[in-house]
């Protein structure tokens, strides 16, 4: 039976699995929204595409599944780029579709148009053009192929509107046929002579540490490296990304390394002799001066993407593959040779013994107060409200760093942050993303009042469908992070980092549909908090008024080695320890 | 990472030959401020597969790393340094030179027999000449021609295969 481009979409886009996406219509693609009612797939109107495109990641990074976000042409689609690029350097999976204008139309600067691929070429996995409707169906499962297999990432896919209006024939039961990309073959399963290397080097060492990324929480690679760190007595630190992997409460894990890390994650890095890295990619936001990180190390390097192997730091024992399928390997191995030998406990527990005095010395500290709200307060309390159970999304700066720190997360997928881009507006729209796929779940965006204010129209989209979402605005009347650099690197000159003109947030939010709620003192956090919890069908935000001044630290100045933090002033806490 | 020495190397790549698939190579370079000195591009014996032969300046971490993101790219096939493997080097130069004097005439004829080259076009003041060789070879002619005067000129870049002989070519294991 011929169907319409359009039909064959939506047809295809249904037996990939999809039942949510989020988009923006526009001329471009009205024959697929014209179609959209008659399928089962639910379609959120976001108020903008940006939100579109990280509702789609939030969404697929709580499920693990692919997101998916529409939007039309020209206009359309360039909203979409810093949404897709956010995705992408994360490597999250996202398909992305956007109208054009008419094949015969392209290049020739018609209304709405741009060149969409060449825009998004560097910030996609792949992108395709569609120029015929005979090849849409295979293009469609292509991308989505793409997009979940090896690394994930974004692929977008550029539908001219004549392909959506043209028929052509769909044979389901062809488009279910597995599927073969002659020139794409991602590597998943690991070398066997280098998981025997890799497991000798753990036995042997004397001082290692398991350096756990994002590639962790997205394989499902978590047990297996829990399971690793007791039987082979090894202590972890985790990226921003790979937060979340394991349970923040685990004795053998130190928290977050690099430039808001941990004294503890730092100093086990800077001194350890063997450095496991799970999915990670060595950032310059984690590694600080190269040279002096991990320096007397030998390396382990566990990636799915080789390129990203002897990238920033030479490896000694490189592992291709898919972090999961890796560890199912290495595990077994480890188990053998730590039952060969058996003073490796001996030696690891002085190790480990070590770190936990490095953490016990320079806890994660800020002087509490009780007349200013604490930022760091604010985040203790929603973890205590919620259990520690919520799945939070954070916007970028000051706050996410807080949330990094102080939020003891417990399961994979419950952060949802954007680590690589550092996307400002991420919260929010990731925030509906995320409920979206975890209905179940508390969803929390903690959020800055400069970040909110970037993608703040969401919550009308949160609104409209009901979606109950919390945002907690960490209101310091600044952009926080650049004042701390201002403050710290350019002599307090802060230029252009201050919020002296605010939106009343309370009455903002409830203009648009939503719950506003604000605390000023200590003493209401928790009732504030209390309060959003028990609201469950819109979308509640709390101004929360906080210190206008507080750093986060420890801080590694930028291009400064891990080891040489700015620490917080733990004198005045040994004072009142004292007093 | 130590830096090693910066040369010339030579990488060939197949890739399935559809649009798109250059530019993203070619973005792959500039987005990264990588520099291609040369770059060459045509179908191979299967017409849905294109060679790309490259010359591309760097140490040896650079090249590795174009290497590896090369191959990152969902529509390459395969991707080799050649710089260090016997191989087929090759590279085409037309060349338009002055002959305004029987002197130049006759010079110019001397060298095109001497390099196996062949003129292709003739005017009453020029000979147009075209050249294939390695790149020392092009080097060389286009050194002793110069003094003559060049009006036009045009070079290909390399295109490279792995020599038969070596084991080691892209054939029978591509796909």
Redesign the interface.
Known sequence: MKLSGAEILLRALELEGVDRIFGYPGGAVLDIYDRLPFCSIKHYLTRHEQGAAHAADGYARVTGKVGVCFATSGPGATNLVTGLATAQIDSVPIVAFTGNVPTFMIGNDAFQEVNT??IT??IT???F?VKDVKDLADTVKKAFH?ARTGRPGVVLVDLPKDVTRELEDFFEEEYKAPIQ????KPVLKGHPGQIKRAAKAIASAERPVLYIGGGVVSSGASELVVKMAEVANIPMVATLMGLSAVPGNHPFFFGMLGMHGTYAANMAVTECDLLIAIGARFDDRVTGKLSEFAPNAKVIHIDI???E??????VDIPIVGDAKLVMEELLPEVEKQVAKNRELYAHRESWIRQVKRWAERYPLWYEPSDRVIKPQFVIQKIWEVTKGEAIITTDVGQHQMWVAQYYKFRFPRQLVTSGGLGTMGFGVPAAIGAKVGRPDKTVFCVSGDGSFQMNMQEIVTAVQYGIAIKVAIINNGFLGMVRQWQGIFYDRNYSQSSLDVQPDFVRLVEAMGGVGLRAERPQDVEKVLKEAMAINDRPVVIDFVVDREEDVLPMVPPGGAIKDMILPDYGRKVEKKAV | MEKSRYRKHVISVLVENQPGALARIIELFSSRGYNIESLNVGHTEDPTISRITMVAKGDEHTIEQIVKQLRRIIDVFKVRDLTDKKKLDRELLIVRVNVESAEKKEEVKRLVDIFGAQIVDVSHDTYTVELTGDEEQIDAFLELIKPLGIREMARTGRVAMVRALQGDTFGGERV
């Not at chain 1, 192997?309 to 030479?314: D, E, P, V």
């Open positions: 691929v060449g070429r560097p996995k792949h992108n053009l793409i990309i002659r020139s794409y993407d080789s390129a192997i002897g990238k920033n730091k030479a």
